[in-house]
Structures are given as C-alpha cells and as structure tokens.
C-alpha cells in the first residue's frame, strides 16, 4: 500500500494512493485523525480495514499531499553512509567516519513533497540538498538484531535532507544546522515494505533544475537498514512513526561550492518510492 496524508477542501486527511487516485481512509481508522504515527501505532489491527476500503476517492491531481508523517516521535539521520560521498567530504577536509554517525533533524523541520523550503534569514548562504532514502519504523523495539530488523519497518519514502552547511560545521553537533523549519520535505507517500523486494537496490537520483547532481543505487549505503536500525535500537526504544534518513550519496551543492538560491527546484526520485519536488524560497 501506498500510504498518504492529503489536504482536499481544507481537510486534511489520511489516505491510500491507488493509480491516480487517492482513497480517504479516515472512516477505518477515525481515532487517528490525521496522524499518520496514531494510523501506525495500530497498523496491524486496522490494516485489513484500510485495504478494503474503497470510498471517498479523489483525483491525486485536485489534492495537496501533505508529508507523510508530519508528527512522529523522532527523526534520525545517518551522516556518511555513502563511499563516494565520505570520499568528497573527506576531499573538503572533513575526516572519515569509524562508525555509525547519528543526528537528529528536530521534527519541526518536517514539510511536504511540494511545499517551498526555506533559504533562512540566519542562514542564507551554504543551504544544501541532500538526497537520501526515508525509513519509517511500525512497531516498537528495543535490541533489534540485524537478521530482524526488516520486520520492524513500516515502509519507506523519499527524503530531502536539507542541511544549511554552515551552521552544521559551526557546532560539533549538526542539530541546528539539520534543523531548520522547513528543511525536512519527506513523501511523496509511505511505500509499505511488503511493497519492495529489495530497499537496498534502488536508484535514487537527484535533479537541480532538471540537472542530474546525484545518483546511486541504495545498495551502495556503508551502513545497511538493518544495521542502522540493530545499531539505534542498542540505544533508544523505536517507536510506530519514527523516522530514519539513511544517508545521502555522493554529489551534494557543497562539494561543487554550489548552494541553493531562491527559484532553485531540487526533484529527488527513487525507484517504487515516488518523487518529491520543493522549491526554494527567501524566508518571509
Ligand atoms: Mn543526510
């Protein structure tokens, strides 16, 4: 399945995309609301529910989708998990990682597929796209061993991770610099995993204004899923609705000096997983 939020007349709502179409699912699972993680935190009981629904259904073209998960508990992002790209960072002075480097992007950050990102008033020079896989976790675990972790995940998206260069080098934490509102465009759509034989070998490919700036299978991650989720779950308990971005490959702005400015369109598609489209606006 295809699970979505949608805003149609005012509403926001939760869905399931079929072909072209986007079918309100609110009526098998009202106590959710809007809350993708309230959907999750019940996904086993009321999935048979959702998969027959069939009505209200609305052309995918007369919604806006909305991000995916806009209320989870945690997001979590992998740094360096890519070859090519610890290669370029290394090239820009920036040492190679011995192990697992994780940071939180403050939720707040999170927005839609479409919706414009900020250029921010405090950090307008270095804002950088990074194109990255979107993990979202269904159901709580702690300890996970590497050989179980696939049955921990809900399904999967597509991730902006937009990170302002600047304020990320700042501090030896990259919390504000991964942080900003407006800097976490995820969707198009949650892909359940019983949807994708293999999360590892999908192409992912990034365009600038329609130029290729990034492209790699996920089968070229340092770090796999499930060695990224048997790792975080040594530490902290996973939760339904959690989100993981699970590293970007080589070809990010700041190895080509090359930043956002207003007007400029980042689309970043990956195999089974749909594609995300955001603009970049100067803060109001
Ligand atoms: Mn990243």
Redesign the pocket.
């Given at each position: 399945m295809k699970l979505a939020r949608f805003t149609f007349d005012g509403r926001t709502r939760l869905g399931k995309v079929v072909d072209d179409h986007v079918v309100d699912i609110g009526a098998a699972v009202p106590e959710a609301g809007d809350s993708m993680r309230l959907l999750l935190d019940r996904f086993d009981e009321v999935r048979g529910a959702i998969e027959a629904i069939a009505s209200p259904a609305f052309p995918l073209a007369d919604v806006t989708l909305e991000a995916p998960v806009h209320d989870p508990r945690k997001y979590l992002?992998?740094?360096m998990n890519y070859q090519k790209h610890v290669e370029e960072a290394e090239a820009a002075g920036h040492g190679a990682p011995k192990t697992q480097i994780w940071f939180n992007k403050q939720v707040t950050c999170i927005t839609g597929p479409y919706a414009d990102v900020d250029i921010p008033k405090a950090a307008p020079d270095m804002v950088d796209y990074?194109a990255?896989m979107g993990v979202v976790i269904g159901k709580r675990c702690r300890h996970v061993r590497v050989e179980n972790a696939r049955s921990v995940i809900a399904g999967y998206f597509v991730v902006n991770?937009v990170?302002a260069r600047d304020w990320q080098f700042r501090s030896p934490t990259f919390t504000l610099g991964k942080s900003f509102d407006t800097h976490g465009p995820i969707g198009p759509w949650i892909t359940t995993d019983d949807e994708i034989a293999d999360p590892h070998g999908l192409m992912m490919v990034l365009e600038l204004n329609g130029e290729e700036r990034q492209r790699s299978s996920t089968n070229d991650m340092i770090y796999n899923i499930y060695d990224q989720i048997a790792y975080l779950s040594q530490v902290m308990t996973l939760e339904p609705g959690d989100l993981i971005?699970t590293?970007?490959p080589s070809g990010v702005g700041i190895a080509g000096n090359r930043f956002m400015k207003a007007g400029d369109v980042v689309r970043v598609s990956i195999d089974g997983l749909g594609t995300i489209e955001n603009r970049f606006v100067d803060e109001r």
């Open positions: 992002a992998i740094g990074e990255e991770d990170t971005a590293g970007t």
